[in-house]
T-cell receptor, first 109, second 115 residues
């Protein structure tokens, strides 16, 4: 079966750096997405990786290794507003999106 | 108004009620989706419409009935639901289905509680 694994919850300190990992086993690969979802709000798109390597976008970076079935989202200079759930999703060979259960990130002062 | 708008934001219904969830997008997208989000579970795709035609129905019980009257509007009709159907129902849209960085734009969801 197809599976996406990410930690259920993580805690980090304001101003610090946190890395949220995502491992996947899917039927084929056509891109990996990260979305952010604040409590009670819509998920919003953060990043898209289809080739190996690091994509940087301001304080957020996303890394992909297709051979390892692995990605991470790196958040730098953490702010209180970064407290949210982070959803990893992989598009398989049929262009279906397979979702992880999300990682709830708690930022402490 | 821009983006994807869902109404109502909160809904409480009995198992014998009939209600509908509404989704509206003002982005000019061609594909619209219904997802179910339960606590600590992955998003579950329920229905997909592309150019107003249903292209996917992931074995969803018939007590959920979608309707897409035009490319901007999507409904989810609810009838004789079960308590386990209580969840957040998310609507999303995208430029098209499938290829490329096909980014989904989500609505804030309708929180459904079935008593």
């Amino acid at each position: 079966g197809q599976n996406i694994d990410q930690p259920t919850e993580m805690t980090a300190t304001e101003g610090a750096i946190v890395q949220i990992n995502c491992t996947y086993q899917t039927s084929g690969f056509n891109g990996l997405f990260w979305y952010q979802q604040h409590a009670g709000e819509a998920p919003t798109f953060l990043s898209y990786n289809v080739l190996d390597g690091l994509e940087e976008k301001g304080r957020f970076s996303s890394f992909l290794s297709r051979s390892k079935g692995y990605s991470y989202l790196l958040l730098k200079e953490l702010q209180m507003k970064d407290s949210a759930s982070y959803l990893c999703a992989v598009r398989d060979s049929n262009y279906q999106l397979i979702w992880g259960a999300g990682t709830k990130l708690i930022i402490k002062p | 108004e821009t983006g994807v708008t869902q109404t109502p934001r909160h809904l409480v219904m009995g198992m014998t009620n009939k209600k509908s969830l509404k989704c509206e997008q003002h982005l000019g997208h061609n594909a619209m989706y219904w997802y179910k989000q339960s606590a600590k579970k992955p998003l579950e795709l329920m229905f997909v419409y592309s150019l107003e035609e249903r292209v996917e129905n992931n074995s969803v019980p018939s007590r959920f009935s979608p309707e897409c009257p035009n490319s901007s509007h999507l409904f989810l009709h609810l009838h004789t639901l079960q308590p386990e159907d209580s969840a957040l129902y998310l609507c999303a849209s995208s430029q098209e289905m499938g290829s490329g960085a096909n980014v989904l734009t989500f609505g804030a969801g309708s929180r459904l509680t079935v008593l």
